[in-house]
T-cell receptor, first 112, second 115 residues
Framework: DAGVIQSPRHEVTEMGQEVTLRCKPISGHNSLFWYRQTMMRGLELLIYFNNNVPIDDSGMPEDRFSAKMPNASFSTLKIQPSEPRDSAVYFC??????????FGPGTRLTVT | AQTVTQSQPEMSVQEAETVTLSCTYDTSENNYYLFWYKQPPSRQMILVIRQEAYKQQNATENRFSVNFQKAAKSFSLKISDSQLGDTAMYFCAFIEPNTGNQFYFGTGTSLTVIP
């Protein structure tokens, strides 16, 4: 298995632009998680899905952030409009019920 | 509230020595799973070891072992024969299957192995 796949690996954009991060979970996993990691705030859970349904989005910073999971093999995290404070590494992870999470390589986002 | 506390922000150890990273957690559930993750400079999050709360025997994976004290809600990670490649951030985490699939992570311990 290729593991959790994230794209792009690096993204540099200007303030105000729309950013879309993509994730392909491990086949057969029924849960998907989006995290944000910064030096100041550490690892934060943004949202997670069970069987493609959003379960907890309380970690989503504000309305500028949205996440979708149209099917079991694909999810997106969108930021519109982006701001410099959104600069971080964004991780996607997947798991089976009661299982450990497997993380993707992360997307390093820089908003100038 | 579910919390995970890693009280050692930074630690260092001489190569080939043993080091123990501490972790405490808070939960009212009896059924849960505990994990240690490693994040090297490459930033990839890698699962190191897993412990089921119902198991009394401490988990072991090669040079990595845990000391699981359920009553004390303590879950420390011992790294034996430390190697330079062990230099990384280490995160403690747990999950309560009965309340969902959400992981609760600690703030991490940065470990440096000194040659």
């Amino acid at each position: 298995d290729a593991g959790v796949i994230q794209s792009p690996r690096h993204e540099v954009t200007e303030m105000g632009q729309e950013v879309t991060l993509r994730c392909k979970p491990i086949s057969g996993h029924n849960s998907l998680f989006w995290y944000r990691q910064t030096m100041m705030r550490g690892l934060e859970l943004l949202i997670y899905f069970n069987n493609n349904v959003p379960i907890d989005d309380s970690g989503m910073p504000e309305d500028r952030f949205s996440a979708k999971m149209p099917n079991a093999s694909f999810s997106t995290l969108k930021i519109q409009p982006s701001e410099p404070r959104d600069s971080a590494v964004y991780f996607c992870a997947s798991s089976i019920t009661r299982g450990e999470q497997y993380f993707g390589p992360g997307t390093r986002l820089t908003v100038t | 509230a579910q919390t995970v506390t890693q009280s050692q922000p930074e630690m260092s150890v001489q190569e080939a020595e043993t080091v123990t990273l501490s972790c405490t957690y808070d939960t009212s559930e009896n059924n849960y799973y505990l994990f240690w993750y490693k994040q090297p400079p490459s930033r990839q999050m890698i699962l190191v070891i897993r412990q089921e709360a119902y198991k009394q025997q401490n988990a072991t994976e090669n040079r990595f072992s845990v000391n699981f004290q359920k009553a004390a809600k303590s879950f420390s990670l011992k790294i034996s024969d430390s190697q330079l490649g062990d230099t990384a951030m280490y995160f403690c985490a747990f999950i309560e299957p009965n309340t969902g699939n959400q992981f609760y992570f600690g703030t991490g311990t940065s470990l440096t192995v000194i040659p």
